[in-house]
């Protein structure tokens, strides 16, 4: 979101711009570390091209992937942290071949590792601050506001939340081998209620994954 890519880049030193593919990278020092920051936008083929970019352009060392997400697993609450342990493409399904589905052939796999280093840090940099939960991602190109979405997620692929863009990154770093880690904050529950419940708490939640940013890069 545009106010999580503001709260960072406010924070970085000597920042240049370079436009790529219509997306802006900003180059700079970020808590003394050298930084790319970028909005991927929404869904799976933008979020993949701002990661390969990322990659092959930048030669970027990690990824970082941050933003908002349904809830999923019940007792998950708004503004709750989901650190992702690993991702699932939900709306990938060629079973009708004899795949399981969210199997991604290219690679053949269901799930994509985040890296434990990285998730670790993204633990640490929460501190006291939220309820955190380790847990697996499902990416998917919809916004899901319905129940039963949301309970065949959880028991096809035991998700802790949902969000449209990560499962791409995780597939993108894991082709070119680069460490990634994506940290949720929880808007909605991915219900019937997530349309009314999205705009309240998504500006929220994003500046609570934001300053999360801040706080690993500062590790």
């Known amino acids: 979101m545009d106010v999580e890519v503001e709260a960072i880049k406010t924070e970085m030193e000597n920042a240049e711009t370079k436009i790529i593919s219509d997306i802006p990278f900003y180059i700079g020092t970020l808590r003394g570390k050298s930084a790319i920051l970028a909005r991927c936008g929404i869904g799976k083929v933008n979020a993949a091209v701002c990661a390969q970019i990322m990659v092959s352009v930048f030669g970027v060392d990690e990824i970082i992937n941050t933003g908002v997400a349904g809830a999923v697993a019940h007792g998950i609450k708004q503004n709750d942290i989901v650190i992702a342990e690993s991702f699932v493409q939900h709306d990938v399904d060629t079973s009708a071949i004899g795949d399981p589905v ?17 998730a670790a840090r993204l633990k640490k940099a929460v501190g006291g601050k939220a309820h955190v939960i380790t847990g697996i ?7 899901v506001a319905d ?6 997620m ?3 692929f035991n998700a802790s939340a949902c969000d449209m863009e990560g499962g791409a990154i995780a597939q993108v770093c894991t082709l070119a081998k680069i460490p990634f880690g994506a940290v949720r904050c ?9 349309s009314m419940d999205y705009p309240e708490f ?8 934001s300053a999360m940013v801040l706080e690993f890069m500062a590790e």
């Open 102 to 118: 969210g199997f991604v052939s290219t690679v053949n796999k269901i799930y994509f590792e985040a890296d434990k280093d990285i």
């Open 137 to 143: 991602i499902a990416t998917g190109d919809q916004f």
């Open 147 to 152: 129940k039963a979405i949301t309970a065949a």
């Open 154 to 156: 959880r028991e096809r």
């Open 186 to 194: 929880i808007s909605d529950s991915a219900d019937e209620n997530a």
């Open 202 to 209: 998504a500006a929220k939640a994003a500046a609570t994954c």
